[in-house]
């Protein structure tokens, strides 16, 4: 064997390996947890967080589940009357694809249920009251290094008959 060809044989193990890592590389696999920050379709701040599983295949489809508790700075005041959001909380699973940039970008759509919880207090007394119904979703992720990535995400949500959306970004943290 000459050296032209020991060199491209060594060139093309090269590769060859380089592409096998790469393709091993999944941003979107295991355990996660992180925070999210976005406003209502009624202009009111939210603030949250989440933790969920996910599994990438190799070609590249990613499913999962995902847990969310926050809230809404909500609170209305009427004569002695006082209503707010205490929080809200959904379970909701996904599906997406990763792709492009060694498969750093995750397109994703998902729902499942979402329950808000709100109180009322005023002439001595105070009432609690839950409401809950779909929730989804349509969002993007980037992998920003091997364990953070940046989401941001469109909500659509039912409550009975009301309907509203939201706007979040946020971090999530892999381990």
Known sequence: MNIVSKSLLSFGMAAAVA????ADEKYFHGPYVGADIG????????????AGFRHQTDSNVVFGIEGS???????????????????????MGHLGYAFGESGK????I??????????ASGFGSSVT???????GFIGYERA???KVNFRIAADFLKFDESTGGQATAGFSFRF
Do not use: C, M, P
């Open 19 to 22: 592409v096998s890592a790469s």
């Open 39 to 50: 406003l209502s379709d009624g202009g009111k701040f939210y603030y949250g967080g989440h």
């Open 69 to 91: 508790f926050g809230s809404y700075a909500v609170s209305e005041s009427q004569g002695s009357i006082t209503a707010k959001i205490d929080h809200n909380w959904s379970v």
């Open 105 to 108: 970008n995750l397109f994703k």
């Open 110 to 119: 998902g729902g499942g249920y979402n329950e808000v919880q709100a109180s």
């Open 129 to 135: 009251a839950s409401v809950g119904d779909f929730r």
């Open 144 to 146: 920003i290094s091997e």
